[in-house]
T-cell receptor, first 114, second 115 residues
Framework: AQKVTQAQTEISVVEKEDVTLDCVYE???????LFWYKQPPSGELVFLIR??????QNEISGRYSWNFQKSTSSFNFTITASQVVDSAVYFC???????????FGQGTTLQVKP | EPEVTQTPSHQVTQMGQEVILRCVPI?????FYWYRQILGQKVEFLVS????????KSEIFDDQFSVERPDGSNFTLKIRSTKLEDSAMYFC?????????????FGSGTQLSVL
C-alpha cells in the first residue's frame, strides 16, 4: 500500500529562521512521483515541486530546496530565511505512474512569526 | 499560465439535495481528477477520469457520486443526495498525460456546506 507520513503536525519559527519539513513515503512501485503543495489560509493548493523516482538530484528554487533520498524514502523540504508569507499548511504527496492519483500526507502547519 | 477553473467557489445545500460542482480543466488536458478535503484534514483522492470513463475511484466515491464530461470543456462532479459528511472543499485537477512529466495543478476549490 502507498502511504505518506508527515510526522510534524505543526512547526512554529521566527522569521529568518530556516525550517525543514519532513516527508517519508512508502510504495512498492519502481516508478513514482513526489510532490509538495502549499495551502495558504485562502485554501487553494499551490504546486511547489514534482520529482520522479529516477531523479534524485536535489533542487533549489530561491529560498526553497528539496532533498530527495530514495535510500530513506524521504523527500524533505527546507525553507531558508523563512518569511511570514510562508505561513501555510504544506502537503507532501505521492503519485503512482499507473493510476495517476496522489496520496497526500496529513500536512504540516507552518507558522512563521515576525 | 493556464488554470483549472472551478465554480461555484462556495455552495450551500440542504441535506438530501443534489449538487453539481463544475470544473473547467486546462484546454488540452486529457486526464481529470476530483479530490476533497474535509476541514482540517488531508486531501483525499475521489476519482480519475480519462477517455470519457472513470479510470480509478476511491472508497469514498460511492453510488451517490458521479462524474461527467458533458461537453469539450466542462468536468462535473454530482452528488445525488448530499449528507452532512459531504461538507468539504472539493478540488478539481487535470493533466495532459497522467503524472508522467506532469505538474498537477488544482483549481481553487469549491467549498460545499451541507446543512
Amino acid at each position: 500500500a502507498q502511504k505518506v507520513t508527515q510526522a510534524q503536525t505543526e512547526i512554529s519559527v521566527v522569521e529568518k529562521e530556516d525550517v525543514t519539513l519532513d516527508c517519508v513515503y512508502e510504495t512498492r512501485d519502481t516508478t513514482y512521483y513526489l510532490f509538495w503543495y502549499k495551502q495558504p489560509p485562502s485554501g487553494e493548493l499551490v504546486f511547489l515541486i514534482r520529482r520522479n523516482s529516477f531523479d534524485e538530484q536535489n533542487e533549489i528554487s530561491g529560498r526553497y530546496s528539496w532533498n530527495f533520498q530514495k535510500s530513506t524514502s524521504s523527500f524533505n523540504f527546507t525553507i531558508t530565511a523563512s518569511q511570514v508569507v510562508d505561513s501555510a499548511v504544506y502537503f507532501c504527496a505521492l503519485g503512482s505512474s499507473n493510476t495517476g492519483k496522489l496520496i497526500f500526507g496529513q500536512g504540516t502547519t507552518l507558522q512563521v512569526k515576525p | 499560465e493556464p488554470e483549472v477553473t472551478q465554480t461555484p467557489s462556495h455552495q450551500v445545500t440542504q441535506m438530501g439535495q443534489e449538487v453539481i460542482l463544475r470544473c473547467v480543466p486546462i484546454s488540452n488536458h486529457l486526464y481529470f481528477y476530483w479530490y476533497r478535503q474535509i476541514l482540517g484534514q488531508k486531501v483525499e483522492f475521489l476519482v480519475s477520469f480519462y477517455n470519457n470513463e472513470i479510470s480509478e475511484k476511491s472508497e469514498i466515491f460511492d453510488d451517490q457520486f458521479s462524474v461527467e464530461r458533458p461537453d469539450g470543456s466542462n468536468f462535473t462532479l454530482k452528488i445525488r443526495s448530499t449528507k452532512l459528511e459531504d461538507s468539504a472543499m472539493y478540488f478539481c485537477a487535470s493533466t495532459r498525460g497522467g503524472l508522467r512529466g506532469e505538474k498537477l495543478f488544482f483549481g481553487s476549490g469549491t467549498q460545499l456546506s451541507v446543512l
